[in-house]
């Protein structure tokens, strides 16, 4: 579904990423690993257009994604959370939902002006979906909650909802166990099980070592910008680069 190829990115002439090559299968959960500063989040910025890349080629069912913006690669199909919460607090959880249908609205300011009949179904048929997104995350009864107030675990469970909510066919997931305790790890580990039972595809960033190796078909790791390992989470966790670039900074810090 996805494919990179030596793809690259640069700040100031530094390497954060350095001809990094992968595939992510279809209906399958792929999960980046690599200790902190290895670029992952640099490379799902890459891939979603936050950033651009400075060579290389990200493909998207046979379309090139890199040089186009945000916007346009989130209408192709793709959707993500964030490392850092991006919610807006002040509005509802429902409506933060919503926003992840923004591609469903439609276009047309005079259409959303003139207040058609058929733009009010459409509105409301985009209000239930949102409401059935969060009823599937447990977040039904607190739909009208400014975002704000919400329990941190919570607000991860909204920004999944939003994720999700428009049925995309790819789903980058930024660490969305970080700051969760135990037993709300395993409900979201749960439910990303759920969504690869249904056909998704995720490509999932994660320093949870024990979720990741319970739930990916296939571990990528990324040790200073680059690919050093590509398996299953059994051949991942005895190849001796993997074990360097995890054990190796321990020792060092210790």
Sequence with gaps: ?????????????LPALADVSFMVPRAQITALIGPNGAGKSTMINCITGVLTATSGSVRFLDDELVGRPAHEIARCGIARTFQNLKLF???????????????????????????????????????????????????????????????????KRVELARATVGRPELILLDEPVAGLNAEETVAVGEQLKRLRRSGQTLLLVEHDMELVMEIADQVVVLDSGRCIAIGTPAEVSRNP????????RMEAIA
Excluded at 1 to 13: S, T, V, Y
Excluded at 241 to 248: C, D, H, I, R
């Design 89 to 155: 607090p002040r509005l509802s959880v429902l409506d933060n939902v919503l926003t992840g249908l923004t591609c469903e609205g439609g276009d047309s300011m005079l259409m959303a002006m003139l207040r058609l009949p058929y733009l009010r179904h459409r509105e409301r048929q985009l209000k239930l979906r949102a409401l059935e997104a969060l009823d599937h995350y447990g977040l039904a009864d607190k739909a009208s909650w400014p975002a704000g107030i919400l329990a941190y675990g919570d607000k």
């Design 1 to 13: 579904m996805l494919q990179l190829e030596a793809l690259c990115k640069q700040f100031g002439g």
């Design 241 to 248: 680069l993997v074990l360097e670039a995890y054990l190796g």
